[in-house]
């Protein structure tokens, strides 16, 4: 809510500080006086003729107005304010994947609505505030309609200095998230870590980027679980209290081949009820040398050691070391060089649809569940097969509207004797019409 005040404020503000300075012809104070700049500063002179009293403008203090006016207005321009509507059209073939013949389901909803706040009073120290709410009118995500402050943070990097820190909250360095279509890639719906968190980083040579991360909490296995890859209603953990900072990403990325071939790890670790939860993460960006337009993005996630999750009011004898695996093929029909990477950050997501705003892709995604299905009696996710693009049919400036489209296809895992139970399979279209400004 603060943030919210905040923005309205400084909108108003620029907004007014030209009126301020510049009232309209003619204008006249309440005392009869013509308004001018700082006139209420001004020296007590004889009443007139009719009556009233004015005042004279005094040098000094109109000196002083447009001092500070200047100073006002210096500091509004270090401030940007961006955003991003995009509302969805879905039709899915069965309403509910897991219930038998569901029926049809088509919805309209808005993914997103987000506002951003950026500054930068110095070469070395910007900020960024992003306000947004999400799946607006969407039934099965059920979005609230509530605004949140999605992302938060400042960051402090010295021109030539290979050092940085970054402290706030955003979607921190464990993976990269590339994604030419509709839906979010398989890898961001598991293990998006988005939690306030201080990092310190080193850049080098070769694009070359390394960087440490500690934060508070569970969050990746929280947000495995909220994923929709196999069923929760079986598959159970315990509610895990933490009290101290205790979990840490350590992240790595260059481009040995400009323009070409971009290279990324990371590792993560946090607490879990019985032992702690580590995750890797590992892939590549390839343009080919010979024909740029093309581009291939694999990303691959393995969880290296899990708590044991609850089994029948127990806990399961043996750990679940899923992994999931995004591999896409894209074409675009521009070729831009889209600098920043972790396409679960605002300014990242605006800046690769700008550089890409006609694209086509081709995804194919894996969810290993190292036997979970057949361990808990549980569906679960295995293969999805999807099919779209983006076209951008007008940019000017800081605006652009642009066209979405998306086929998926989801194909599960069906536990023994459930077959009559749970569809094999589910189709969905999407179409995607949004707005940045």
């Known amino acids: 809510m603060k943030t919210t005040l905040i923005a ?11 009126v301020a300075a510049h009232p309209p012809q003619g204008a006249v104070h309440a005392w009869g ?18 009556g009233s009293r004015v005042l004279r403008p005094d040098s000094t203090a109109e000196a002083s107005w447009d001092t500070s006016r200047a100073r006002m207005m210096a500091w509004l321009g270090h401030i940007k304010m961006t955003g991003n509507l995009e509302g969805h059209f879905r039709g899915m073939r069965h309403r509910d994947a897991f219930v038998g013949d569901s029926g049809v389901m088509t919805d309209i909803y808005f993914r997103r609505v987000e506002l951003g706040i950026e500054t930068s009073f110095s070469d070395w120290a910007t900020a960024i505030a992003v306000l947004n709410s999400e799946f607006i009118g969407d039934p099965m995500q059920k979005g609230d309609e509530r605004i949140t402050v999605d992302e938060v943070h400042f960051d402090l990097r ?17 993976g990269e998230f590339e994604n ?21 980083g080193f850049s080098g040579p070769l694009d070359a980027d390394v960087s440490a991360t500690v934060y508070k909490g569970d969050e990746l296995v929280t947000h495995l679980f909220q994923s929709a890859l196999f069923d929760t209603n079986r598959v159970k953990r315990d509610v895990l209290e933490i009290n101290n900072l205790g979990s840490f990403v350590v992240a790595a990325s260059s481009t040995p081949v400009e323009d070409a071939l971009t290279l990324f790890a990371a590792f993560s670790s946090e607490p879990g009820t019985d032992k702690r939860n580590t995750t890797a993460n590992a892939g590549f960006s390839f343009k080919l040398p010979f024909f740029a337009n093309v581009a291939i993005d694999v990303e691959y996630m393995k969880a290296l050691q899990r708590e044991l999750y609850l089994l029948d009011g ?23 060089r889209s600098i920043l990477h972790n396409r679960g950050l605002y300014r990242a997501r605006r800046q690769y649809r700008r550089a890409h705003p006609i694209e ?22 295995r293969h999805r097969y999807l099919a779209g693009g983006r076209y951008t049919f007008y940019q000017s400036g800081d605006v652009a509207v642009y066209l979405g ?27 995607a019409f949004g707005l940045d400004f």
Do not use: H
């Open 8 to 18: 309205a404020a400084l909108t108003v503000l620029a907004w007014c500080a030209p």
């Open 33 to 50: 006086a013509p308004a001018r700049g700082p006139a209420a500063a001004g020296v007590p002179v004889p009443a007139a003729s009719d």
């Open 158 to 174: 010295e021109r030539g200095t290979p050092v940085y820190f970054v402290f706030g909250k955003r979607t921190l360095s464990f």
């Open 180 to 200: 030419a279509l509709v839906t979010d890639p398989m890898t961001q719906d598991a293990y998006e870590i988005k939690k306030v968190g201080a990092t310190i």
């Open 314 to 336: 127990g806990r399961s004898s043996r750990e679940s070391r899923e992994s999931v695996l995004a591999a896409t093929l894209s074409y675009s029909f521009t070729v831009k």
């Open 360 to 381: 086509a892709a081709l995804r194919f995604e894996r969810f290993g569940d190292d036997g979970l299905s057949g361990r808990f009696a549980a569906w679960s996710v």
């Open 405 to 431: 489209l998306e086929y998926r296809r989801t194909e599960f895992r069906v536990p023994f004797g459930q077959a009559n139970a749970v569809n094999p399979s589910n189709d969905e279209g999407y179409v």
